[in-house]
Nanobody, 123 residues
């Protein structure tokens, strides 16, 4: 089992930045791909970004390309999401997730989930 804990969420003004972190513990010896998802009230959980085990390949939703950057530090068992130029529509609970094998954009195919961290972007 892998446990994931997100942190770094908060309240920020439009145009500002936040960096989310996801710390992994437990059985982390496998080569996990990592993803970030978000869910706003009344909406389905949606894909934000993903990264391969090596960090050499990343994927982004069209809505965040050019603004968000996903990265990982395997020595620290941590994945990050740097969010710049935040918009009110980015307001959501952000979740990190781990998947055995190659990353994808489907929440149902990730194996482990954190509890989420709230990001609120004010005008």
């Amino acid at each position: 089992q892998v446990q994931l804990v997100e942190s770094g969420g908060g309240l920020v003004q439009a145009g500002g930045s936040l960096r989310l972190s996801c710390a992994a513990s437990g059985r982390t010896g496998r080569s996990y791909s990592m993803g970030w998802f978000r869910q706003a009230p009344g909406k389905e959980r949606e894909f934000v970004a993903a990264i391969t085990w090596s960090g050499g390949t990343t994927y982004y939703a069209d809505s965040v390309k050019g603004r968000f950057t996903i990265s990982r530090d395997n020595a620290k068992n941590t994945v990050y999401l740097q969010m710049n130029s935040l918009k009110p529509e980015d307001t959501a609970v952000y979740y990190c997730a781990a998947r055995v094998t190659w990353p994808n954009y489907r929440p149902s195919e990730y194996d482990y989930w954190g509890q989420g961290t709230q990001v609120t972007v004010s005008s």
